[in-house]
């Protein structure tokens, strides 16, 4: 127990030596974009760098947005996440009936109709942490 006291407390803790940092591979030089791309555009250059046909870019763009719809579609679990990037929520939002004589929130004093409004499923697109990252620099 005293030994863990001293430890605690740094009494007869020895210098560590530095660690030395490990050298990352340097990752490319991303240039910045100044007007946004065609989906013509942005399949050919994927198709450059990955050393891919354009055609074979093409069904992984139909393959990704068959998995997404998949994934969102009525019976569908309603979540898709592209991982480090995005994520994709649905929820569905119940129908209103109409209502008469509501008191109106603009106007204290004065009543007024609420029109029926149908069910809809309303779909976010949140950005993922790599995604902000991108955006800060």
């Known amino acids: 127990m005293n030994s863990f006291i001293h430890a605690c407390y740094g009494r007869y803790r020895m210098a560590a030596k530095p660690k030395r940092a490990k050298k990352k591979a340097a990752a490319p030089a991303v240039k910045s974009i100044k007007e946004k791309y ?8 994927i198709a450059e ?9 093409a069904s992984v763009f139909d393959s990704l947005e068959a998995i997404i719809n998949g994934h969102i579609k ?19 939002i ?14 204290p004093g004065e009543l007024m109709d609420v029109a029926a409004k149908p069910a809809t499923i309303r779909v976010k697109i949140l950005p993922l942490k ?3 990252d991108m955006a800060v620099q």
């Open 94 to 107: 119940p129908a209103r009936k109409a209502k008469k004589n509501v008191p109106n929130p603009f106007r």
């Open 38 to 45: 065609t989906k013509t555009q942005m399949l050919n250059q």
């Open 49 to 57: 760098e990955t050393e891919l046909s354009r055609k074979q870019v």
């Open 130 to 132: 790599k995604v902000k």
């Open 74 to 92: 009525k019976n569908g679990c309603g979540e898709f996440t592209l991982p480090g990037l995005l994520k994709i929520k649905t929820r569905k």
